[in-house]
């Protein structure tokens, strides 16, 4: 569980049910049969809280972190405050003291010792954060193991930097952020004369911190109503499971949520939607067969008219390569734009982080057909080698909204530079 901050803007001077604009007719195809929009089911949507529909801000702190002030993005483990003053959301976000201001000193390891150790010390994650932590360092354990091995001798020579740069590879950060970080690594070992291996990784903790800094950033909602969040990827990478957890997150913070099936190739598509859906109690709007677009569409419209604060849209799995598809999806965002002006808000690439190097190929092959504006990696639980953030971190460095770490409803979490650089290093 994330800090949640969430901020409305429109939402005591608009009237929640605008009149839905008579609809352009959609890009989509044939006038496909009205969309189902299901009434919610028993216990029904979850409504707007009260207090959401008559104050301006809410903020729903952990409670780890009770003092955050509002308009402050921050995760569990603590609290950095964000420039962005409209504000509210999802949050990542956490101590941003550069790395290397939360180094305490350390200890003597070995004869060959000439220079203070400096070991990163973190602030203690709140317990659930640090759960879900432990999960991610067993998920990343292997690399971490590997990495670790570089550093296990007694001196900083040639064979180390040339063992790191294998073991960096190996990991899936790509040659080009592996060039990076072993560069910065002679520059911080010649400007500051360390000796010891153990120094060496220190600073490696801090340079991958660095590298992956631009990407850790909060995922906003509450600056429009609603805000239309797209999600695409390619097969099986975890689009409709996130979309599923991230419901959770959105509903645990009276975020009111409107999920879209517009994954319309498979029955069992929507099925599996609508499985979320229900689990979280939660309305969906979908239909059998039909023209994706036509229901990306309809969702945004029957998301304004219900005055819901999120609208996810589900899309089908495809790869870059598959140009129809792509077409497809882009048609899909077109769509939505003619529903809202202004959406999609935000457009998400779901990856699994067991895609290797090949994930930084689909990051830019989305990019480039559809503005990516988040990104979510899946499956850190698993094989998965997790130096691929930092090759996306060097080669297209899009937002990681998201990580996940497992199947279940609470296993995905937000993104945090330094957290994730030790779950890798240490
Ligand atoms: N271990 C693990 N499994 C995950 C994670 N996220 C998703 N999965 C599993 O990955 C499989 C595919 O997930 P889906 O959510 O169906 O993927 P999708 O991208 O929607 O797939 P398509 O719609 O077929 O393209 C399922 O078995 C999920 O349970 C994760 O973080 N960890
Ligand atoms: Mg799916």
Same mark, same amino acid.
């Given at each position: 569980m994330f800090s949640?901050?969430?901020?409305?803007f429109l939402s005591s001077s608009t009237p929640a049910a605008e009149p839905v604009a008579p609809a352009p007719a959609p890009e989509a195809a044939a006038p496909a049969p009205a969309p189902q929009v299901p009434a919610a089911p028993a216990g029904g949507a979850v409504p707007p809280a009260p207090a959401a529909s008559t104050t301006t801000t809410e903020v729903h702190a952990e409670p780890s972190a009770p003092s955050a002030p509002p308009a402050v993005a921050a995760t569990p483990t603590a609290q950095a405050p964000v420039a962005a003053p409209t504000t509210p959301v999802a949050s990542a976000a956490a101590p941003e003291a550069p790395a290397s201001a939360a180094w305490g000193s350390g200890s003597l390891i070995g004869s060959a010792l000439v220079a203070p150790i400096e070991i990163p010390v973190a602030p203690?994650?709140?317990p659930e954060r640090q759960k879900w932590l432990d999960k991610l360092k067993a998920g990343l354990g292997k690399t971490a193991a590997s990495?670790?091995?570089?550093?296990?001798?007694?001196?900083?020579?040639?064979?180390?930097?040339?063992?790191?740069e294998g073991a960096l590879l190996m990991a899936d950060a790509g040659v080009a952020a592996t060039q990076l970080l072993t560069d910065a690594l002679r520059k911080k070992v010649k400007a500051t004369g360390v000796t010891h291996p153990t120094a060496l990784k220190n600073i490696l903790i801090a340079e991958l911190t660095e590298l992956l800094q631009p990407l850790q950033k909060p995922l906003v909602i509450g600056e429009h109503t609603p805000t239309v969040i797209m999600v695409a990827g390619v097969n099986g990478a975890g689009k409709t499971t996130s979309i599923g957890k991230l419901t959770k997150h959105l509903a645990d913070s009276n975020a009111s949520v409107l999920l879209a099936a517009a994954d319309t190739f498979r029955a069992a598509a929507r099925e599996q939607l609508t499985v979320w859906a229900d689990r979280n109690t939660v309305e969906i709007v979908?239909?059998?067969?039909? #023209?994706?677009?036509? +229901?990306?569409? #309809?969702? +945004?419209?029957?998301?304004?008219?219900?005055?819901?604060?999120? +609208?996810?849209?589900?899309?089908?799995?495809?790869?870059?390569?598959?140009?129809?598809?792509?077409e497809e999806l882009k048609k899909i965002k077109r769509?939505?734009?003619?529903? #809202?002006?202004?959406?999609?808000?935000?457009?998400?690439?779901?990856?699994?982080?067991n895609t290797g190097q090949n994930a930084v190929a689909q990051v830019k092959a989305f990019d480039d057909a559809l503005g990516l504006t988040g990104l979510i990696v899946t499956k850190l639980d698993g094989t998965a080698k997790g130096g691929v953030l930092a090759a996306i971190a060097r080669e297209r460095p899009i937002p990681v909204y998201f990580i996940g770490v497992g199947e279940k409803l609470d296993e995905l979490e937000t993104f945090n530079a330094r957290e994730f650089a030790q779950a890798l290093l240490a």
């Open positions: 949640f901050f969430k901020k409305k203690a994650a709140p990495i670790s091995g570089v550093f296990g001798g007694s001196q900083i020579d040639e064979a180390l930097y040339e063992d790191l979908s239909q059998e067969g039909g #023209d994706p677009a036509a +229901v990306s569409y #309809d969702s +945004v419209t029957a998301g304004k008219a219900r005055g819901k604060d999120v +609208v996810l849209i589900d899309t089908a799995g495809r790869l870059p390569t598959q140009l129809h598809l792509m769509v939505i734009g003619k529903a #809202d002006g202004t959406a999609p808000h935000e457009v998400l690439l779901v990856i699994d982080g």
